[in-house]
């Protein structure tokens, strides 16, 4: 059993390198992509407050496709450009959203989401997927958070 949890009043820069450390071990010589997106998709559920849906789209045949997740049921598939997922996995760069009604082309999964953060996982150059994390707070992320999942994506690259 996994009991992986950052202090409740842990920094924001400590709870970043906890759940780096917690994915590092909960994905160490697993496989299975699906296996360790799933675990993920958990510890960011787990680790990361006033979220409510943390998860994957995978990078397949040229479209976004629905990976593992947290929260309320989401959309399988995001063309590329299109939206903040689509943005990300197109362009390769990591879209921090204060205001996702804002956002040119936003895709309203769920409607209480205000604010999304979206990294892009990359392998040899290619988007395999990438790491969206929402929530219902509006500006809830900041370059501290986009930087810490940037690490996360970087030690998946290899792991899904």
């Known amino acids: 059993m996994y009991d992986f949890r950052p202090a ?16 590092a071990a909960i994905t160490e010589g697993e496989r299975d992509a699906v296996a360790n997106m799933a675990n993920v998709a958990a ?25 593992p997740f947290v929260g309320r049921p989401a959309c399988i598939r995001i063309p590329l450009g299109r939206g903040v997922c689509g943005t990300a996995a197109q362009t390769a760069t990591t879209q921090l959203v204060e205001d996702v009604h804002a956002f040119p082309g936003h895709i309203a999964c769920d409607a209480a989401s205000r604010s999304e953060l979206v990294v892009p996982v990359i392998r040899d150059g ?12 509006p500006a809830r992320f900041d370059a501290e958070d986009a930087g810490g999942i940037e690490a996360l994506a970087a030690l998946l690259a290899n792991r899904i």
Not at 47 to 55: E, K, R, S, Y
């Open 126 to 137: 290619t988007v395999i997927a990438v790491i969206d994390l929402d929530s219902p707070s």
């Open 8 to 23: 409740a009043d842990a920094p924001k820069r400590a709870i970043h390198a906890q759940l780096l450390e917690a994915a």
């Open 43 to 67: 510890l960011l559920g787990d680790f990361l407050p006033d979220c409510n849906w943390t998860g994957f789209y995978r990078m397949v045949e040229g479209e976004l496709v629905l990976g």
